[in-house]
T-cell receptor, first 109, second 117 residues
Framework: AQRVTQPEKLLSVFKGAPVELKCNYSYSGSPELFWYVQYSRQRLQLLLRHISRESIKGFTADLNKGETSFHLKKPFAQEEDSAMYYCALLSSNTGKLIFGQGTTLQVKP | GAGVSQSPRYKVAKRGQDVALRCDPISGHVSLFWYQQALGQGPEFLTYFQNEAQLDKSGLPSDRFFAERPEGSVSTLKIQRTQQEDSAVYLC???????????????FGPGTRLTVL
């Protein structure tokens, strides 16, 4: 079965603290994974995709096939990072995205 | 240019009413997806179009749900005889090419929030 699990509904940290949003997946085959972000009153938008190995707004995510994880990390959180974050898995058959339940990141001043 | 647009943004329906939700994808985008997002959950796939062809409707929860994209651009999601469990945000997304790939970013609309009383 294809599944994405985000175990934390809420992650609250202070500004400047490190952040790790957890994501685990279940997929037979070579997974293609993404992080999407939704800021308050804005639409869902792509943050980063694992295949690009990029760092966006200071965030990185490494695919760990052994642990079937794709955790999102940032060394120093900023208040503007407060948002809802979704981990998503691409289904290669149709291109549909399979989303986790989402984690709300709250960065306190 | 303009992104994906959806209308209406909010819809309140009485149980048993039919509703129609519209999606205008980015011009030229071949692929179009509908997702349903219940409160506190991540988006869940409903159906997928490549141009006017509906290639996957495996996520539609019942035969009360119907989607179409007759000319390969605008799409309509119709829900007949709405039930309270249909209350959710309905998201539309479009992407440029026809083949799924990590490089084919899905651009999301703002969603339509449906409340069934």
């Amino acid at each position: 079965a294809q599944r994405v699990t985000q175990p934390e509904k809420l992650l609250s940290v202070f500004k400047g603290a490190p952040v790790e949003l957890k994501c685990n997946y279940s997929y037979s085959g070579s997974p293609e994974l993404f992080w999407y972000v939704q800021y308050s009153r804005q639409r869902l938008q792509l943050l980063l995709r694992h295949i690009s190995r990029e760092s966006i707004k200071g965030f990185t995510a490494d695919l760990n096939k052994g642990e079937t994880s794709f955790h999102l990390k940032k060394p120093f959180a900023q208040e503007e990072d407060s948002a809802m974050y979704y981990c998503a898995l691409l289904s290669s058959n149709t291109g549909k995205l399979i989303f986790g339940q989402g984690t709300t990141l709250q960065v306190k001043p | 240019g303009a992104g994906v647009s959806q209308s209406p943004r909010y819809k309140v329906a009485k149980r048993g009413q039919d509703v129609a939700l519209r999606c205008d994808p980015i011009s030229g985008h071949v692929s179009l997806f509908w997702y349903q997002q219940a409160l506190g959950q991540g988006p869940e796939f409903l159906t997928y179009f490549q141009n006017e062809a509906q290639l996957d409707k495996s996520g539609l929860p019942s035969d009360r749900f119907f989607a179409e994209r007759p000319e390969g651009s605008v799409s309509t999601l119709k829900i007949q005889r709405t039930q309270q469990e249909d209350s959710a945000v309905y998201l539309c997304a479009s992407s440029l090419p026809g083949l799924p790939s990590s490089y084919n970013e899905q651009f999301f609309g703002p969603g339509t929030r449906l409340t069934v009383l």
